[in-house]
């Protein structure tokens, strides 16, 4: 057993199994689950190098003009990582063990590395080049990462340095950019100082840390520009915070530097009085150090909370594969169940709406009937003072009363009965336009509703009959029947005595006239009556039976449909179910591995 794989984890039954054998089987799981897997499967792969390699990731973060550049060329006795007055890595740059100093630059869009093996001046200006948010706004160049190679002996165990893009800067793609590195760190080396001591952003910023990062090293910067009183007054504010505010132990240890001093320095050997007092040589010894013979510990522990987290993101993606795999199933048999209940409820809404349609009828023809009835007796009379008239003029011009009736009384019935016509008809467009429309739009919203619920159920235009219909009744026009002929031409005038009055003359054609043409009358109301009550049972069942014909269509549609959908789900049922036993027993597999990490 190798030194890099010498963690063990136990099983529930004492049985040994160290980390790279758990990783192995990981990885095996993900040779046949798809493609959206493969970044947790790289993920994971990258835990394997770096712990065959013991390849141990420590991170320089805090917030922008922390010094953290500068920090990091004191650490190593390093020139080579540009420092400025403005925030300036917008880059994260990875600085590991070389036999020679060098300079790598990769890229996103498949452009050649760029390889810098020349003096650290040129090295410098190269990070500058693509590094900077200056010379490179936005990482408009797509530069993925700088890799720094020297021969320093804080590397040569295997330990990587990250400068990382300040956070909390203007540049708010810096701060996402730091945020993401996070997660594949293993130690982060955050960096405060006086001015000011802390913010509110590195507390929110520390929280997103402590999610991903097991150790963490306070290290305080630029102390050289405080007074002993300032600073005795400094490290009990900043507990404060980590203890207040992010669950610090009050133990919780700080690490005074002057970054910048320590840089300065000539002579950087532990025992020099100036590397002391400038706290870089602290660093070295208690961090570096301690990372050093605890690295492997530390490694291990890193990698396998990371390969905690990893697992637990492979089961959440197989929950939500499942998921989707589970979603269409549960519609389809909500779909069916739904038609299922909704081919009933549509049934009886044919017979309902139909009903409904010989009830508007009744109404309609007794409000007819009703109507005619009360404006009968009204034109009777009105037509009897008009024919009196006649009469008592005819007598008066010495006419013959019978003559007169009969060139007059057509034009007077026409005029009366058409009014009447005019009249009723008015009066019952409105219920007859609503006895129709009513089923229809009831209809129509029966088949939105099933299109909304089943989306893809399908009945088209040209399966149905139109709805609308038109609620005009046609006009009525009096014709004169054999029968009123018959009894005009029936009239017998009386006969008139040599000296009879022109009243008594009047009573007796009144007496012989108007019974006739009263009879007359009630026939052209009797014939009015059938033509409009005909035309509104013509137009009402006209609407029936499109209607009956539209619901039949729809449910012969709706029957069609939940054949299709019980179709559909019997043919994808068992290949989708063997997907989701195939991802469950993933899945298992993957919170077995779980249950071995200790």
């Known amino acids: 057993m190798t030194e890099t794989t010498g963690l063990t984890l136990a099983r529930k039954h004492h049985e040994a199994i160290n980390i790279d054998e758990l990783i192995g089987q990981a990885l095996g ?14 993920e994971i792969t ?11 990731r420590l991170a320089v973060m805090g917030q922008f003009k922390r010094g953290k550049s500068t920090f990091i060329n004191s650490l190593l006795n390093i020139d080579l990582l540009p420092v400025s007055v403005i925030p300036l890595t917008s880059i994260p740059t990875y600085i590991r063990y ?8 990769r890229f996103y869009n498949k452009k050649h590395e760029l390889v810098i093996r020349r003096s650290a001046e040129e090295i410098k200006n190269a990070l500058i080049q693509f590094v900077s948010e200056e010379k490179n706004p936005k990482n408009k160049l797509c530069v993925s990462e700088a890799i720094i190679e020297c021969d320093n002996p804080i590397l040569s165990n295997g330990t990587i340095l990250i400068d990382t893009p300040g956070f909390g800067s203007t540049f708010i793609h810096n701060t996402q950019t730091t945020v993401e590195l996070i997660k594949g760190c293993d130690a982060v080396m955050f960096l405060l100082s006086a001015d000011p001591p802390f913010t509110q952003t590195e507390v929110e910023f520390l929280k997103e840390v402590k999610k991903f990062v097991p150790r963490i090293f306070f290290i305080v910067n630029k102390v050289d520009q405080l007074t002993v009183d300032e600073l005795k007054k400094l490290d009990p504010f900043l507990k404060s915070v980590l203890i207040a505010q992010l669950e610090y132990p009050p133990d919780v240890e700080l690490f005074h530097v002057s970054a910048r001093m320590g840089q300065s320095i000539v002579n950087r050997s532990a025992n020099n009085p100036a590397m002391q007092l400038s706290g870089m040589s602290i660093v070295k010894s208690e961090i570096i150090d301690f990372m050093v013979r605890e690295k492997y510990f530390t490694l291990s522990q890193a990698v396998t909370d990371k390969f905690k987290k990893a697992l637990v993101t492979a089961s959440a993606q197989c929950d939500s594969d499942i998921l989707d795999l589970e979603s269409p199933l549960a519609s389809a048999r909500q779909q069916l169940d739904w038609l299922t209940q909704q081919c009933d409820v549509v049934k009886a809404k044919a017979e309902r709406e139909l009903s409904l349609i010989d009830v508007e009828i009744k109404a309609l023809v007794d409000f007819v009937d009703k109507t005619l009835d009360k404006k009968k007796e009204e034109l009777i009379a009105k037509a009897q003072d008009s024919i009196k008239k006649l009469i008592e003029t005819a007598i008066l011009q010495g006419q013959n009363p019978l003559s007169t009736i009969k060139s007059s009384y057509g034009p007077l019935l026409d005029e009366m009965i058409n009014h009447l016509f005019l009249q009723v008809t008015t009066s019952i467009s409105q219920p007859l336009k609503k006895a129709v429309s009513l089923p229809a739009s009831q209809f129509l919203k029966s088949v939105d509703e099933i299109r909304k619920a089943v989306p893809s159920f399908a009945i088209v235009s040209s399966d149905l009959r139109e709805l609308s219909v038109d609620c005009t009744v046609p006009p009525y026009a009096t014709v004169q029947t054999a029968h009123q002929a018959a009894a005009l031409e029936a009239i017998r005038m009386p006969s008139f005595g040599l000296f009879s009055s022109k009243e008594t003359k009047r009573l007796k054609c009144e007496a012989k006239i108007l019974p006739a043409l009263e009879a007359i009358m009630s026939e052209q109301f009797e014939r009015l009556s059938f033509h409009v009550k005909n035309n509104i049972r013509s137009i009402c069942d006209m609407c029936k039976q499109n209607l009956a014909y539209n619901f039949t269509a729809l449910q012969e549609t709706m029957a069609r449909a939940m054949t299709d959908l019980l179709n559909t789900q019997t043919a994808s049922e068992a290949p989708t179910r063997e997907k989701i036993a195939f991802l469950q027993k993933h899945k298992e597999a993957f919170a077995d591995i779980q249950n071995y990490l200790v």
């Open 98 to 105: 070389g036999a020679e100093t060098s300079c790598i630059i």
């Open 46 to 56: 990258d835990l394997r190098k770096r712990l065959s390699q013991g390849e141990i």
């Open 29 to 42: 799981l993900f040779s046949d689950l798809p493609s959206r897997y493969e970044a947790i499967k790289l």
